[in-house]
């Protein structure tokens, strides 16, 4: 395979990922221009190294784990199709989306699935529930240095306490729901894209 051809993307294959994400045409194209920028190793798909050159996600916290995200279990590339399907995500969600049929599937923006994408980066062995010690390791890459083991352990057991109905100890994906559900998140977990 030449390198030349796996810089042009498919008509098809933007009909496609139109219909799986709801972006737009334009907005694909550049997702692309930019997917091809960062993919050094120019084969198509893009590694945790790539993914590391983008600046917003490496002064962010919790980058790391939304890199994490982008790749499917075992593996260690990601091509564009499922670059934008994890993208997806944090596609704002527009008006004439709301009032959607609901016997529709559910798009990958949608508060649902918003909700998921970010209980399964506290969720790191894939369990389903948020452990006390997967609450820990976020609130530490969150906060930093400044607040002892002790002050993040209180905090972790008020959390898992105030949320934690069925009394196992851990946050279920009801539970985090619940626990959200005055909290703005379609707004906080949208990232306006280029038009
Ligand atoms: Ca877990
Ligand atoms: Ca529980």
Not at 12 to 18: F, L, P, T, V, Y
Not at 25 to 34: A, D, E, P, V
Not at 42 to 62: H, K, M, V, W, Y
Not at 136 to 142: A, T
Request: no cysteine; proline share 3%; hydrophobic share 35%.
């Amino acid at each position: 395979m030449g390198s030349r051809a796996s810089t042009l993307l498919r008509e098809e294959e933007i009909e496609e990922i139109k219909k799986e994400t709801g972006f737009s045409h334009s907005q694909i194209t550049r997702l692309y221009s930019r997917f091809t920028s960062l993919d050094k190793g120019e084969n198509g798909t893009l590694s945790r190294e790539d993914f590391q050159r983008i600046p917003e996600l490496a002064i962010n916290p919790l980058g790391d784990r939304i890199i994490n995200a982008f790749f499917p279990e075992g593996e260690d590339q990601v091509n564009f199709r499922g670059f934008m399907r994890t993208l997806a995500h944090f596609r704002p969600i527009e008006d004439n989306e709301k009032s959607k049929n609901p016997t529709a599937s559910e798009p990958l923006n949608s508060r649902t699935n918003k909700l998921l994408f970010a209980f399964r980066l506290y969720d790191l062995d894939r369990d389903d529930k948020i452990s006390r010690d997967e609450l820990l390791q976020v609130l530490r890459m969150m906060v930093g240095v400044n607040i002892s083991d002790e002050q993040l352990g209180s905090i972790a057991d008020r959390t898992i306490q105030e949320a934690d109905t069925n009394g196992d100890n851990s946050i279920s994906f009801n539970e985090f729901i619940k626990v959200l559900e005055k909290v703005d998140v379609e707004q906080k977990m949208s990232i306006r894209f280029l038009h």
